[in-house]
């Protein structure tokens, strides 16, 4: 049943005596008590509303109702303020108006008429300190005074509590004649909320708030405050539609007021998800975070709204703290002469703009010779918020403008990670290319810079120099590393004849990188290619490269081995 067709229903049961008793089961705010309401003004004369929730007692609601339904005579009285929140229907009277007249003096001796109808609503806030069996016999007495009773319930407010279900249902059964069910709200209440706005294709945001009028409500409100700024600012070109205004306001509301209590599943991107979760925790608190979580899933699709998420989160700001300039800033369009595309987010871009954004930045990166901060962020959003990936070569190009510009000696893949990715998010195929691209590159260029370093300073005698360099590199256990001491001969000097300190210094520090690096027998076979090479095979050069092997590398070498 829509929430529409329950005057139809109520009137229809209502006009048959056989039904005493009715329960309304519909969610928090499909309407319900709206349209009861719209009912009970109708038949204003015959029917008693009261809302249990705040009630703590029988006595107070039996109170309630009898204030409720002599309205005219307590006013004409005055004697509003001398009722007890304690007045118990006495054992010996049977009629509950003669109950509650007795206990006020026989100042009232009416009685509730026999046509009366009771509505009781929030039945799943009823007071813990009342048990669903004692409002069994209470309603039996408003029974036996033929007085017919409506109670109005949503099963979802027992979802934490099942005991507390059970027990209701169990009066349910015992109790009620019919029960209505309240499925959805007619389409026709949401369009009464908007169309004052007047908004093209409004109905296709209804999903979001679900049979929620309630929420919608609050939404509605919002929007028209939302306005009612824009309006204030003159703020006539705006980058998104009403409509797009409204589903921000809509997302807002939710995620406020109507977030999911439960901690997000955060998929695939995890760590991704987890890092963001956190900082826009400490900037909103867990709850809020939960409903943005909730409305926009760290995975992305072509039909989702995450691009609406910064706009949110902007009016969050408004709706929790009344700043409203961050919004203003951000739906304004400004003169897309003077606006720089690499600036602005990918992620509330338009997919079209989102191609362009890419193609920007590629075109910038290979025609730039100078390395720009901002490209770490703009790669970062481009992984995170496009279905793009650079290419090879703009890769490479980033790792040697970057070296160029910052003069790093070597980096490792968890430092390229964190400068990309934050967070750790460094695991789909696309980030781990990146990295493995980018390392590459950055790592040839760097032992390209070293080797050709130590080789001017090994060709010019200078030692001191080539310990230096070769200390920036000799710590790292890598590939390239073991390649690099492999493949240049000229990191052992010409020991046949007399060397300086300098020199036998950095031929011990060659020594021990190789054995620092597990390279025992590539060194090995280095020295004694040195040894077969060499025009001077005297005994003192045997000597020397025996003993730097010997001591620093393997002790079990033998001089024998040289030859």
């Known amino acids: 049943m829509k ?84 007045i118990s229907p006495v054992k010996y009277v ?43 016999g209470y309603i039996n007495r408003l029974f036996m005074n033929e007085v017919r009773v409506v109670c109005l319930v949503s099963l979802k407010g027992f979802d934490n509590d099942k ?20 499925s959805s709200t007619a389409p026709d209440v949401f369009d009464n909320l908007f169309k004052e706005f007047v908004i ?22 919002f929007y028209k405050d939302v306005n009612k700024q824009i309006n204030l600012l003159k703020i006539d070109q705006k980058r998104l539609s009403n409509y797009e205004i409204l589903k921000v306001c809509a997302y807002t509301v939710l995620s406020v007021v109507g977030y999911n209590k439960e901690k997000p599943s955060f998929g695939e991107r995890e760590n991704y998800s987890k890092f963001y979760y956190e900082y826009e925790c400490q900037e909103y608190g867990e709850n809020i975070t939960n409903g943005l979580a909730k409305y926009f899933p760290a995975k992305q699709s072509a039909e989702d709204d995450n691009y609406l998420k910064p706009f949110t989160q902007a009016l969050i700001n408004y709706f929790l703290y009344r700043e409203f300039v961050g919004f203003a800033d951000a739906i304004t369009v400004n003169d897309p002469r003077k606006v720089d595309i690499l600036e602005q987010h990918p992620f509330y871009l338009s997919e079209e703009n989102k191609a362009k954004y890419f193609e920007e930045f590629q075109k910038r990166v290979n025609e730039s010779e100078t390395w720009d901060d901002n490209y770490e962020k703009c790669v970062r959003a481009i992984y995170s918020d496009t279905d793009f990936e650079l290419s ?27 400068d990309y990715f934050p967070g750790g998010v460094g695991n789909s195929e696309k980030t781990k290319h990146f ?55 000229f990191f052992i000097p010409d020991l046949s004849g007399d060397i300086s300190e300098t020199e036998w210094t950095f031929c011990h520090k060659v020594a021990e990188a190789a054995s620092r690096l597990e390279l025992k027998e590539e060194y090995k076979t280095t020295i004694k290619n040195i040894y077969k090479e060499s025009s001077v095979k005297n005994n003192t050069l045997k000597i020397r490269l ?18």
């Open 94 to 136: 049977n009629n509950v108006a003669d109950a509650l007249a007795f206990q006020l003096n026989d100042i009232d001796t009416t009685k509730i008429k026999k046509s009366k109808v009771v509505f009781l609503d929030d039945l799943e806030r009823l007071s813990k300190g009342i048990e669903y069996r004692d409002l069994v």
């Open 546 to 563: 025996w003993a730097l092997v010997f001591y620093k590398v393997d002790n079990t070498f033998k001089q024998a081995e040289l030859n």
């Open 3 to 86: 929430s529409n067709e329950l005057s139809k229903y109520l009137e229809k049961l209502l006009s048959d005596s056989n039904f005493r008793s009715i329960l309304i089961d519909g969610p928090w705010g499909c309407g319900k008590t709206y349209e009861v309401q719209e009912y009970i003004k109708k038949n204003k004369k015959k029917c008693v509303y009261v809302s249990l929730f705040g009630l703590e007692t029988i006595d107070e609601i039996n109170t309630e109702i009898y204030k409720q339904s002599h309205k005219c005579r307590l006013k004409m009285a005055k004697m509003t303020n001398v009722l007890s929140k304690a």
């Open 163 to 182: 005991d507390r279900l059970n027990d209701f249902l169990e009066f349910r059964e015992k109790v009620f004649d019919s029960c209505l069910s309240i």
């Open 200 to 221: 093209p294709n409004c109905q296709l945001i209804y999903p979001l708030f679900g049979d929620n009028i309630r929420m919608a409500k609050n939404i509605a409100l």
């Open 392 to 418: 090879d070569d703009t890769i490479r190009k980033l790792a040697r403008l970057e070296l160029k510009s910052k003069g790093k000696t070597y980096i490792d893949e968890s430092s390229i990670a964190f």
């Open 435 to 489: 990295i493995n691209v980018y390392q590459e590159e950055y790592i040839k260029v760097v032992f390209d810079s070293i080797t050709d370093e130590i080789e001017k300073t090994i060709t010019a005698k200078d030692y001191g120099t080539a310990v230096d360099l070769l200390e920036k590199i000799q710590f790292q256990k890598n590939d390239k590393i073991k390649e690099l001491l492999l493949k240049n001969s």
